[in-house]
């Protein structure tokens, strides 16, 4: 277990906050151009479904791959 990871498990605070700031970067970078998808590695999934619920960006399956769309 890495020392970011025994933070996390630590202090929760961390992880949400860590959560957002990638929801929200990904939001950054799907702003003003409609046909733009970011494709997520498989250990983020968790965290762009909870930014796909907190309405920051559109998730979508491809098979097994999920994506995200600008709003």
Do not use: H, N
């Amino acid at each position: 277990m890495t020392l970011v990871e025994r933070l996390l498990k630590a202090v929760p605070a961390i992880g949400a906050w860590a959560r957002r700031a990638w929801c929200q970067g990904q939001r950054k970078r799907l702003v003003g151009i409609a046909s733009r998808v970011l494709w997520v590695a498989p250990d983020k999934v968790p965290w762009a479904l909870w930014g796909a619920e907190q309405g920051l960006f559109d998730a979508e399956w491809a098979g097994r791959l999920l994506y995200l769309r600008g709003r």
